[in-house]
């Protein structure tokens, strides 16, 4: 129904910037929400921002709140996560996620549809 692929990870220095994209396939993406999650080695998979289907309501968690951004252009089927000021602890793998709906949603237990995901990397 909806296919995810995330690209755009990489190695990066400490206080750079990166931007992930996650390109969407099948019917009607534009009325699904999307979120991003990140997983680091040895720990859970945790929640980092989410939007609404139109793209007007975000959330984000608060360690990243002020540098990353969740954005998302329809007429692309493309969601984004810019990136700013990274941090170390910035390093896991990164996932995109998609479920049908209005609101927006914060766990990943309210997703159905998951990219396979990208890895970023910050060093110090």
């Known amino acids: 129904q909806v296919q995810l692929v995330e690209s755009g990870g990489g190695l990066v220095q400490a206080g750079g910037s990166l931007v992930l994209s996650c390109a969407a396939s099948?019917?009607?993406?534009?009325?699904?929400?999307a979120g991003w999650f990140r997983q680091a080695p040895g720990k859970e998979r945790e929640f980092v921002a989410a939007?609404?289907?139109?793209?007007?309501?975000?959330y984000h968690r608060d360690a990243v709140k002020g540098r990353f951004t969740i954005s998302r252009d329809n007429a692309k089927n493309t969601v984004y996560l810019q990136m700013n000021s990274l941090k170390p602890e910035d390093t896991a793998v990164y996932y995109c996620?998609?479920?049908?709906?209005?609101?927006?949603?914060?766990?990943?237990?309210?997703?159905?549809?998951w990219g396979r995901g990208t890895q970023v990397t910050v060093s110090s």
């Open positions: 939007i609404n289907w139109s793209g007007d309501n975000t």
């Open positions: 099948g019917r009607t993406f534009s009325s699904y929400a």
């Open positions: 996620a998609a479920r049908s709906g209005t609101g927006y949603y914060t766990t990943d237990g309210s997703y159905n549809y």
